[in-house]
């Protein structure tokens, strides 16, 4: 007798791939693999699926193989080439012969003659049918992969579309053993039916007689199918004499059930009852969740963990799960590493932690990350927006998306920014719901309820129960949204600053619920105190500075006037200029003097201290004054320069200063000057200019003790002499060298006319570019 071969294969023996999934020894390194073991999967279950119809036939084959070795005394090699020899004789198919050896070796009547059959009889034709679909059911599997093959085999042929089998309990119950060609939710119904259930189905299994309904159930009563006139059969099975369950056959419409009909399915429900005693009662499994999740819209599958090896298997699949499980063949009743194996290790672990916490789990996404494009192969699309729910012991119901829910990811971004949380009012339940963040911003316990809107007003600060009521009232009078800040007590004694925006959720015009956000705002809050304070300083600060300022600005304009009036000095003509700084609040140390001495002298002095502001003001007050003063003494100016640098050296601040001071004598028209690190005067006469060479010095407030020299320079009628600062020349990008040279030729350059006149030439024709202050003063000889 010949044996069916087994199919090669490199995997592991069988049931070790399932249990390696099952403790979750997966690769996740080789995540590129398992996204395309989808396709090898369906490969393989199309290669079983055609390997078990090879099988039913091989199983014919090989029954009458036996009974020819039976038979004729021969070899089993020998008798599967006899068969084929009589096959090929008779002009039959080799699996056609071989059903009706078997049939005529197991007692069926078998007709060739051409003979009208009797009525009792079935044609060779129906034998071989019932025959086939016998070795077909004898080979399957589960008593739900026999009802399929009894459906297909035997019964579509005859016009059915529907197969239901039902087994018969102690109480006399009828529980749904198995159906084919009927959805999950249509089954639900006919699940469990008591003898209280009075109707065509109780009457059948008390008869113990087939019923045979052309035109469907009397008026008044209830068959599963799909029209009430949809023709109908109602089989009792039974075992050793005893009715043990009942088996309906339907057809799409009315049909007329001949004998041939009649005959059939009675040969074919021997197969039934037999695979009927022999499938495990399920006992108190309580009803499945198939048909609610057949009514969801999204993917959705039920689990069950085997009680032995704790492997998931595939108890139902609604069709958008069907659709997202990348065509596998038959997936329910698989294990879950079979249909969805890219996902099977994160499954296992969100379905094992839903159980052991007895709390619904969450992903985003599975698998959590998606390879790059170029290393993606083409597989089954991800989960998304992952549900894993515990629905009973070893039972569990997984919920997915096949597209990314807008609604569910805003939550999760909201989730994912810090201080903020959303909440939703369901005002037709009475239920409050809030994200974890929303415990937090309030000090309420993670495990505590969530407090309505409306009922918000406890927490808060007596005096924000006005803003709570504007914000309810939008939401319910006006239905729009709204937004306001509050001010929420703790439990533990703090405060926060919360925002609240919300928006009302309307249905038919009706206000059911209310969603928004809460945000906590303390930190805001107290930024905003901080710097309204500190503006408050500033201002005052700022106030106090502009009149400190002014002050200073005036007193220095009083000393140092920008256009002073120089009259009756003897043998002089004296133009003095002071430009203020280009920014106002930059108040200059420069300054000069000219001054008349009791002996017929003339003072002339000018003078920069170091930096700007205030404290530069007031030096240079100090410092003038006290030249004022000290030069009534009849002291050289060297002396003069050495006091000025003592004085310096014990003015507040330290400053440091330039200045240039000289002593006109009328008598014989010279200059005994000293410079303390100043510019150069300049000398113009007959229309040429110079630099005077000053002697060596160091600058005011640098060094004590410091010695000072002078010098004497003789000076002619019509003689113009130039006293400056820096700001008349320096600019930014050119060295002081050349910045004087640019003076000397303006001085050359200037018109004959009045001592003031050429003062404001040179203030146009000379500009420095550093914003500073400049000191000028035009001395003519007489």
């Known amino acids: 007798m010949t044996m069916p071969e087994r199919a090669p294969s490199d995997g592991p023996p069988d049931g070790q791939g399932d249990q390696d999934a099952h403790d979750g020894r997966d690769d996740h390194g080789g995540r590129d693999d398992q996204d395309g073991l989808s396709a090898a999967v369906a490969d393989l279950t199309a290669e079983v699926a055609a390997l078990r119809g090879d099988l039913a036939r091989r199983h ?3 029954l009458a193989a036996g009974v020819l070795v039976a038979q004729l005394a021969t070899a089993p090699p020998d008798a599967a080439d006899h068969l084929a020899r009589l096959a090929a004789s008779t002009g039959l198919a080799e699996e056609d012969l071989a ?17 009208e059959p009797a009525p009792d009889a079935q044609t060779p034709a129906e034998t071989r049918r019932a025959r086939r679909t016998q070795s077909a059911a004898e080979t399957g599997g589960t008593l739900g992969e026999v009802t399929e093959s009894l459906l297909e085999s035997g019964l579509r042929p005859l016009g059915a579309e529907a197969l239901w089998m039902w087994r018969r309990t102690p109480t006399d119950c009828l529980e749904l053993a198995g159906h084919a060609g009927v959805s999950g939710l249509e089954a639900s119904h006919w699940r469990w039916l008591p003898p209280e259930a009075s109707g065509p189905l109780h009457r059948a299994l008390t008869k113990g007689s087939p019923d045979w309904l052309p035109q469907g159930p ?8 799909p029209a009430p006139d949809a023709a109908r059969a109602l089989l009792p099975l039974r075992d050793r004499g005893t009715v043990t ?4 056959v339907v057809w799409p419409s009315p049909a007329d059930l001949d004998d041939t009909v009649r005959r059939t399915l009675t040969g074919l429900m021997d197969t039934a009852e037999r695979m009927l005693d022999a499938a495990p009662a399920q006992g108190g499994r309580p009803p499945p969740v198939g048909p609610l999740l057949d009514l969801l819209a999204h993917p959705a599958m039920a689990l069950r963990a085997d009680p032995e090896t704790g492997i998931l298997h595939v108890e139902h699949l609604n069709p958008a799960a069907l659709h997202s499980s990348g065509g596998v063949h038959g997936p329910v009743g698989r294990p879950l590493a079979q249909v969805f194996p890219a996902v099977h290790a994160d499954l296992v672990r969100l379905e094992q932690r839903a159980r052991a916490e007895a709390a619904p789990q969450h992903a985003a996404r599975l698998p959590a990350t998606r390879p790059p494009a170029a290393q993606q192969p083409a597989g089954p699309d991800p989960l998304l927006d992952v549900r894993v729910l515990p629905a009973g012991p070893g039972l569990s119901v997984v919920l997915w ?16 920014l810090e201080n903020l949380a959303s909440f939703e009012d369901d005002l037709v339940s009475g239920e409050s719901r809030w ?8 000090g309420l316990p993670p495990d505590s309820p969530a407090v309505p809107l409306r009922e918000l007003a406890p927490r808060l600060h007596p005096d924000e129960a006005g803003n709570v009521d504007d914000l309810l009232a939008a939401l319910a009078e006006r239905r729009v949204g709204a937004h306001t800040v509050v001010r929420a007590l703790r439990d533990d004694g703090g405060m926060r600053h919360v925002r609240i925006a919300a928006e009302p959720l309307l249905t038919g015009g009706v206000l059911t619920g209310i969603t928004g956000i809460y945000q906590d705002v303390s930190a805001q809050h107290r930024t905003e105190l901080a710097l309204t304070a500190a503006f408050d300083q500033l201002t005052v600060a700022q106030t106090q500075a502009a009149l400190r300022h002014q002050v200073v600005l005036q007193l220095q304009r009083a000393i140092v006037p920008e256009v002073p009036a120089l009259e009756g000095l003897p043998g002089l003509q004296v133009a003095a200029r002071y430009r203020p700084a280009a920014q106002e609040y930059r108040v200059g140390g420069d300054w000069y003097d000219v001054l008349p001495l009791p002996d017929q002298r003339v003072l002339l002095a000018v003078g920069d201290i170091a930096g700007h502001g205030i404290e530069s003001a007031v030096s240079m007050v100090s410092l003038r004054n006290a030249l004022h003063g000290l030069a009534f003494t009849g002291n050289s100016p060297s002396r003069l320069m050495a006091w000025l640098n003592d004085l310096t050296l014990h ?9 240039l001071c000289g002593v006109y004598d009328p008598q014989d028209r010279s200059l005994c000057w000293a410079s303390a690190g100043h510019l150069p005067p300049l000398l113009l006469r007959e229309g040429r200019a110079r630099l005077l060479e000053p002697p060596r010095s160091i600058l005011l407030g640098a060094l004590p003790n410091a010695v000072y020299s002078q010098t004497l320079t003789q000076l002619r009628p019509g003689d113009t002499l130039l006293l400056y600062t820096d700001g008349l020349v320096e600019r930014r990008h050119a060295g002081l060298d050349e910045s004087l040279t640019v003076l000397r030729r303006a001085a050359e350059r200037l018109t004959a006319g009045g001592i003031d006149e050429q003062a404001d030439q040179l203030l146009t024709m000379v500009t420095g570019d550093t914003d500073d202050d400049t000191s000028l003063v035009v001395v003519r000889v007489s």
């Open 435 to 442: 994200t974890d963040q929303a415990h937090k911003i309030f």
């Open 651 to 659: 003015t507040h601040g330290n400053p440091t200063a330039t200045a």
């Open 60 to 62: 014919l084959m090989d």
């Open 245 to 248: 369950g009942l088996a309906l």
């Open 99 to 115: 059903a009706d050896i078997v049939n005529a070796a197991s007692g069926a009547v078998v007709a060739h003659a051409p003979d």
């Open 401 to 416: 998306h096949a597209a990314t829910d807008s609604g569910l990811a805003v939550v999760r971004v909201l989730e994912r």
């Open 218 to 225: 009397p008026p008044g009563e209830r068959l599963p199918g």
